[in-house]
């Protein structure tokens, strides 16, 4: 009876979401109509974007903030190790898992706890043990977001308590997620429904807040999050068919909306697009002709029935665009050959110096002189040749005056 009771109980969960987020035709030709102020729906395996509203928009996280936190405390290697917990993060404010001071704890139970139950006082507990102070991991958190590419992002808390100077964009934390979901222990820590919670202050089993984990087929994590200044932020990953998605709404007016509209973009996705993939070692041709084999597969992602074109660069750059000129992929497909070019410099430079050669400069220089030579030597002649005429001609005038005279 229970069993029977749990899985109507998740039925009408499912239709209570779903009815009001799906559009009266069934087709869905158009794109969802989302209610959050800002959304991103991207294929959570190449990165493409599938659907976008206002993604660059600067917002505030909330507690999606925490994914960040809780890849880098994995990331850290430490999960092993225990922490104290200190005074300040007693006196969080906000969602709690009830920590006391000085209450010790293994990393890995404060980053499940954080995860699960929003739990604010752990976020900053597991900052200190891990920086030593809030400053320092906000350092460390806004490191990692430049990394996955999160260019718009500033963060300053560790679990996202509202500051004018911690914002990010749907675009910058859905790059953010796609890097932290490829790490096995995150994906399977936000995938935990129920924790059981054993602590000095409290003795529980914390229900993960992400309802879809429960009303939506396929949904592998990832957070939610709510401060007055932020309204209803969620990040949500899905799983199903072959495809996976990764959804991001900011600024939702209700819970209930974030949570339409996510699978309003889940249901768009799965209905509207597909993978497409060059598998490795297909060939193909440059512009030359030549042909060049993928070195690796390479997968991007379409609007099903929608043909793609492949651009092969000079630098050897095989770049995939959809119909519209939209990259959707790029991958290296052959270096260029440094030898043609250095062929061709080299012949250009023989050619330089075959004109400035030391004995060409000889010859030249000889031809200058000798040419000077012949010219002088010519000039010489016929001076010469003048002075014998004028000389034989005083000579005819001398000897006729002396006949005269006799």
């Not at 009815?19 to 969802?32: D, K, R, T």
């Not at 919670?197 to 984990?213: A, E, I, M, Y």
């Not at 030391?358 to 003048?386: D, G, K, N, W």
Request: with cysteine.
């Amino acid at each position: 009876m229970k069993k029977i009771f749990q899985t109507l109980l998740s039925l009408s969960l499912v239709s209570g979401i779903l009815a009001p987020a799906l559009p009266a035709h069934a087709s869905m030709q158009e794109a969802p109509q989302v209610k959050s102020k800002t959304a991103i729906l991207i294929d959570q395996k190449t990165g493409n974007v599938l659907y976008n509203k206002k993604d660059s928009k600067k917002m505030y996280p909330a507690s999606i903030t925490k994914i960040v936190t809780a890849i880098l405390a994995i990331e850290s290697g430490k999960m092993d190790e225990m922490v104290t917990v200190s005074r300040d993060a007693t006196l969080t404010d906000g969602t709690r898992v009830y920590l006391s001071e000085g209450e010790q704890l293994p990393l890995r139970k404060l980053v499940e706890g954080m995860m699960v139950n929003s739990g604010n006082d752990a976020a900053v507990a597991i900052a200190e043990y891990l920086a030593g102070d809030i400053p320092s991991f906000a350092d460390q958190m806004n490191e990692f977001a430049k990394k996955a590419g999160a260019v718009h992002t500033h963060f300053v808390t560790p679990n996202g308590l509202y500051d004018p100077e911690h914002y990010t964009t749907a675009e910058d934390m859905a790059k953010i997620t796609q890097v932290a979901m490829k790490n096995k222990e995150f994906q399977r820590i936000v995938s935990i429904k129920n924790l059981p919670w054993h602590v000095k202050g409290w003795d529980t089993t914390l229900v993960n807040h992400h309802r879809l984990l429960w009303d939506y087929p396929g949904v592998t994590g990832v957070k939610n999050g709510y401060v007055s200044q932020a309204k209803h932020t969620l990040v949500t990953s899905v799983s199903r068919n072959g495809m996976d998605f990764i959804a991001v709404v900011l600024k939702a007016p209700s819970s209930k909306a974030a949570y339409r509209d996510t699978i309003s973009l889940f249901e768009y996705g799965f209905t509207h697009f597909q993978r497409q993939k060059l598998s490795k070692g297909t060939k193909i041709e440059d512009s030359t002709g030549k042909e060049h084999a993928l070195k690796k597969d390479l997968e991007f992602t379409l609007p099903m029935g929608e043909h793609y074109t492949k651009k092969v660069f000079s630098n050897g750059d095989l770049r995939v665009q959809d119909g519209n000129g939209k990259e959707l992929a790029t991958v290296k497909l052959f270096h260029p050959s440094p030898k043609k070019a250095t062929s061709r410099m080299a012949s250009s430079t023989a050619q330089k110096v075959k004109e400035i050669t030391p004995l060409q400069l000889t010859t030249r220089t000889a031809v200058f002189f000798y040419s000077l030579f012949l010219l002088l030597v010519s000039c010489m002649v016929i001076v010469r040749m003048r002075k014998k005429k004028r000389k034989a001609q005083r000579m005819k005038r001398l000897s006729k005056n002396y006949t005269y005279v006799k």
